[in-house]
């Protein structure tokens, strides 16, 4: 099994996305973590440093921090946003990303080897009417890139999955969800899209000691509706 003798922290395990993974590296032999709201909110830095500290005093190490949490986005046309509207993505997917992978980098460093896994990726492509959430993922990579060249050194990689939507991922009340699936699949330069099942399988291989020379880039499973 790819992750046999891992130990990973999964935040936004309860989301599709999340849950994804988490079945992935499970069955993939990883011991998970997956922490719910109510019992540690990544937004909150003494919640964060204290849950990674309890995790790790119980397993004895961390090999894989994976932060999915939804970014509470609001997507309309820039021109329609109240400026907190359009800031909340950024301010929650910096200060989530920055702090979970903050209190794992330490306890990585401290063995040599560690991978922190982002999801979402940016690129030159956008759409309109998207408010703040494709800005938010850019700055994502940006701070992505930060890490990885702080951290790799010391034998941790740092990995975005990117995948230009996931249809299975919308519930079926999510308004325009017909609309939203369709331009999903006409984008993408394959007869299909990414599944969840698709995510799970990919997050668990670049999280195995097999992806070990890939860290500060993207791994593209856009079926060629992003073009790198």
């Not at 030159?124 to 992505?144: H, I, N, S, Y």
């Not at 740092?158 to 006409?186: C, H, M, Q, W, Y």
Request: charged content about 20%; glycine content about 12%.
């Amino acid at each position: 099994m790819l992750l046999s003798e891992k130990v990973a922290v999964i935040y936004g395990a309860g989301g599709r996305i999340g849950g994804a993974i988490a079945e992935a590296f499970a069955r993939e032999g990883a011991r998970v973590f997956a922490p719910a709201h109510d019992e540690v909110d990544a937004l909150d830095e003494e919640a964060v440093n204290g849950y990674v500290a309890r995790m790790v005093g119980e397993a004895g190490r961390l090999d894989v921090s994976c932060n999915v949490i939804g970014l509470g986005d609001v997507q309309r046309p820039l021109t329609d946003l109240a400026v907190d509207e359009f800031l909340r993505p950024i301010v929650t997917a910096m200060r989530t990303q920055f702090l979970t992978t903050r209190a794992a980098a330490p306890h990585m460093v401290a063995q040599g080897s560690g991978v922190v896994l982002t999801f979402g990726g940016d690129g030159p492509q956008t759409l309109p009417g998207l408010g703040g959430f494709k800005v938010a993922l850019d700055a994502m990579e940006g701070l992505r890139r930060q890490w990885a060249i702080e951290l790799g050194r010391s034998g941790v990689r740092v990995v975005t999955l990117k995948t230009g939507g996931i249809p299975e991922s919308l519930p079926e009340a999510f308004p325009g969800r017909d609309e939203i699936i369709a331009g999903l699949t006409d984008a993408a330069g394959l007869p299909y899209t990414a599944t969840l099942a698709d995510v799970g399988t990919v997050a668990a291989w670049v999280a195995s000691d097999q992806a070990r020379t890939i860290t500060n880039a993207d791994v593209n499973i856009s079926c060629g509706a992003i073009v790198d």
